[in-house]
């Protein structure tokens, strides 16, 4: 018989037993039992169920929740607690007479406790009060409270004897106790109460549930959506409109039968929840909390802030180096010493929930709650192997997050299905750790494994970790989408240490005499140690700057980072493959074998971090140029903070200011403007070729720009060009004429009588450019289009448009300078706003069209 028939016998008996025996016409005894002949002969079991079909199943419940005996020849079965029929007076029970060892533990949800603090706990329909003798997570609990139980009461087993109460223990050792003469235990016999994630528990006579501080669970976890259901069809508006009287609405959605209401704030969801019932047209409603709307405190951006401001306090004072990064770590990692055990026990019951289903899984936690570098409210990642994986590995993990939410151990469970590899996201409720499971790629297992590697060589190599990976979410540049991640900044780190003057060993170095026979060389020599002598003489203050002085001068246009060798790379080893180095024999196989690309390193990015194991990949390849640019600022003013005092705190306190090409600085005053163009951090069409002369990377750029803007007026918006010198720059020259590098500040004189800057963006929705190939070629194409629709106004007497134009050089880019010469009506105005937005980001899309086309070049 298949098991979900044992478990529908199962639930009939349960029905039968407890609540409906005398209404069905069953024969039931003082003790509760009733023969099995007469069951088998009811309509619920005629014809389906067999007496060995009723034994497997009391023998096989998990809370033994049915007892068999033998009397006249008649096999009898009873249920051992939980009974509503007033007859059975005489159950089985062994009465508590004194306070035992065990704890008499009431298990209930979030929605009864408003009535329980204040009424007590009431048996209501049932002849007894259930209670267990510890916790669902306890592991030798047969029964007495549910594994989803989200608020836990404790009894005071001595004070209730003492006044009268009675307890009884059934034959599944589920503890009972009819009450008072009320058939309530009121609060004052309550001991403590605490919620499920497991935290500090508080006195029940504060009538509070214990979370660590003194807010209401669901506040903390922020439940602001309710569920209801039982409303009539068609009443939906003045369902919204009877629930806004508790508090301000900002969502509401309606399925089939039920309805999520979303309020603005938690306490109105409260003040529903306190009103026991609530009656809408006539019908009475079933309201509960929308627990999937419960969005986790742990990373929020408020804790974050919170955290952060902590930090910021503690830290003005002070001003030894090594006091701020105590300082720093204590708020940080508060229970350091504490989390691995947090930890084990987090595995311990991923384990316990999974392995029935998949006796050979293995728990593997990697991250940062590996490496050691996690803060106090960071995730844990797992990573599960030998879970049989099926063609539809969504599904699978489907399959997961309903054994974990089964269990009771864990809640808020999601499948996020869409991410490269998918997870499950769940809390773990005795931790209250968010965690994020998948069981596709084990690649971040040996990453986090060799990061830990070498962070442990020597404490202060951790410790200047910590400190670069605060600085740098303090300062936007580390998290998701176009951000560093953690894992590449700790890459840069260690490549920083195996440089002059540490020269840790090299991820190569760490794998000779090591055989693999993955795809990816992920195993290293464990018995490897690291000579840290320089380390160790070398303060902690010098090892975390000369991280920011190496990255403020690195150049990444033109260059790979590669921990795995422990060198700088030319960008071009890994365009052309018979460049690539011999000893990454295992990447150019595959090279071999790639016929759609996907194995090569990506390298048309801003910065190159080669990943260790998996040659191909480039750790860096999300990093946005605008996140570069920030990065290099950011290192920049590092290094000139640790010129100073109160170090720490100026790193995690003083923000950096930065131009974005998409919004260029510039104003316009009068007649005059002046455009702000920062240098990109992508220049590679000008690294990969190197020049002839002694020019700085600047000059270089300078002049680039130079030809481009001549390009944009000349050859995109028609107009004639004098160029024209002034007495200082022409000074200049003459002072040093014998100079290759001077780049003199030049000044042109545009007019034009013919308008093509105006219904450029319309035009090229109506002609195909498809096939234009780059910026030039499709600009050039609307040009000619509109030149031909809008011949030059040969007669007038003076241009439409005529302006003068300089273009400065300043640190770290140039300044375009606009003066009006003449403008017929407010053509002059028009134009300037347009080139205000257009030059940017022409100039953006015409440097990246070079780059591409370098590339390219290199590869034929």
């Known amino acids: ?57 009391v023998a096989s419940n998990d809370k033994r929740r049915f007892s068999l005996r033998s009397t006249d020849r008649n096999l009898e079965i009873c249920a051992n607690q939980g009974h509503s029929i007033k007859d059975i007076t005489e159950l089985i029970l062994i009465p508590i007479t004194q306070a035992e060892t065990f704890g008499v533990i009431h298990g209930t949800y979030f929605k009864n406790w408003h009535k329980i603090k204040t009424e007590g706990l009431s048996r209501m329909r049932r002849n007894h009060i259930h209670f267990a003798k510890g916790l669902p997570t ?35 050792q589920v503890i009972l106790s009819p009450g008072d003469e009320d058939g309530v235990i009121k609060p004052k016999y309550f001991l403590k109460v605490h919620s499920s994630n497991g935290q500090k528990a508080m006195e029940a006579g504060e009538n509070k549930i214990a979370i660590g501080s003194e807010h209401n669970l669901h506040n903390n976890l922020k439940i602001q959506s309710l569920y209801v259901k039982g409303y009539f069809n068609n009443v939906q508006s003045q369902l919204v409109e009877y629930f806004s ?62 955290i952060h401001e902590a930090i910021v306090s503690k830290l003005e004072p002070l001003d030894n180096f090594d006091q701020e990064f105590f300082c720093l770590a204590d708020i940080l990692q508060p229970d350091f010493s504490e989390s691995f055990s947090r930890y084990n026990i987090l595995c311990a019951d991923l384990y316990n929930v999974l ?45 997961l997050k309903k054994l974990l939410m089964r269990s009771g151990l864990f809640t808020n469970c999601l499948v996020i299905a869409a991410a490269k590899i998918p997870i499950v996201k769940c809390l773990h409720r005795r ?55 953690s894992y590449c900044l700790t890459l840069m780190f260690i490549f920083v240490l195996q440089r002059e003057p540490y020269k840790l060993s090299s991820v190569c170095s760490l794998q000779e005499r090591v055989y693999d026979d993955s795809v990816w060389a992920d195993s290293v020599r464990k018995d490897h140690r690291f000579n840290t002598e320089k380390i160790q003489s070398t303060p902690l203050k010098d090892i975390v700057r000369q991280f920011f002085e190496f990255y403020a001068n690195f150049d990444f246009t033109s260059h790979i980072i590669s921990p795995y060798l422990g060198e700088i790379l030319p960008l071009a080893y890994f365009e052309c493959p018979e460049q690539i180095p011999d000893c990454y024999q295992t990447y150019r196989q595959l090279l071999r074998a790639d016929d759609d690309g996907s194995m090569r390193f990506t390298i048309k990015c801003p910065v190159s971090v080669q990943d260790p194991f998996e040659h191909s990949r480039n750790v860096s390849a999300n990093v946005g140029v605008s996140t570069l640019q920030r990065f290099q600022l950011a290192l920049k003013r590092a290094t000139e903070i640790f010129a100073g005092d109160r170090i720490l705190y100026r790193l995690c306190t003083e923000q950096i200011t930065q131009p974005r090409a998409s919004h260029p600085v510039g104003q316009i005053i009068d007649d005059a403007f002046e455009l702000k163009l920062t240098r990109s951090a992508n220049l590679r069409y000008l690294t990969l070729h190197q020049s002839t002369g002694d020019e700085s990377l600047d000059d ?128 002059y105005k028009s134009f300037i706003c347009l080139m205000y937005g257009l030059i940017p980001t022409w100039l953006e899309h015409y440097e990246k069209d070079l780059n591409d086309s370098a590339m390219n070049s290199i590869k034929s």
Request: charged share 25%; with cysteine.
């Open 1 to 57: 018989m298949p098991y979900k028939d044992d478990i529908t016998l199962s639930k009939c008996l349960t029905k039968i037993l407890r609540h409906r025996a005398k209404e069905e016409g069953l024969e039931i005894t003082k003790e509760g039992f009733v023969k099995i002949t007469d069951i088998l002969e009811h309509r619920f079991f005629k014809g389906k169920y067999t007496v060995d079909d009723i034994k497997r199943v």
């Open 138 to 172: 306890d592991g030798n609990i047969i029964s007495g409270m549910r594994n989803d139980c989200q608020v836990y009461i404790y009894i005071n087993l001595p004070l209730s004897i003492a006044e009268g109460l009675k307890f009884f223990t059934s034959a599944n």
């Open 245 to 306: 009287t508790f508090g301000n609405i900002t969502r509401n959605h309606f399925g089939p039968g039920f309805a999520f209401i979303d309020f603005s704030d938690p306490n109105s969801v409260e003040k529903v929840m306190s009103h026991k019932v609530h009656i809408f047209k006539g019908r009475k409603l079933y309201v509960d909390y929308n627990r999937n709307s419960i969005r986790v405190p742990v990373n929020s951006e408020e804790t974050q802030k919170n």
């Open 355 to 399: 392995g029935r289903a998949y006796p050979d899984v293995v728990v593997h936690r990697f991250g940062s709650s590996l490496t050691g570098l996690a803060f106090g409210n960071s995730d844990v990642d797992i990573y599960l192997s030998n879970v049989s994986r099926s063609k539809d590995e969504v599904k699978k993990l489907w399959g």
């Open 431 to 485: 931790t209250n750790i968010q965690c994020d499971i998948n069981i596709k790629s084990n690649l971040g297992v040996h990453n986090s494994a060799l990061v830990h590697y070498y962070l442990s060589a020597d404490v202060k190599i951790r410790r200047a970790m910590l400190i670069i990976k605060y600085w740098a979410r303090c300062l936007n540049i580390s998290g998701k989408q176009n951000l560093f991640t």
């Open 700 to 827: 270089r750029w300078f002049e680039s720009l130079k030809r481009f803007l001549l390009m944009v007026f000349k050859d995109f918006l028609l107009f004639t060009q004098e160029e024209v010198r002034d007495d200082e720059s022409r000074s200049k020259g003459i002072k040093a004429t014998n100079q290759k590098d001077i780049h003199d500040n030049v000044q042109y004189i545009f007019s034009t009588k013919v308008n093509v800057w105006t219904s450029r963006k319309q035009t090229a929705k109506l002609l195909d450019l498809s096939g234009a190939n780059g910026l030039v070629e499709r600009e050039l194409a609307i040009t000619e289009h509109l030149k031909k629709s809008r011949p030059p106004f040969v007669d007038l007497p003076a241009p439409l448009v005529s302006f003068k134009m300089k273009i400065v050089r300043d640190e770290g880019g140039a300044t375009i300078c606009i003066s009006k010469i003449s403008s017929y009506k407010k053509l």
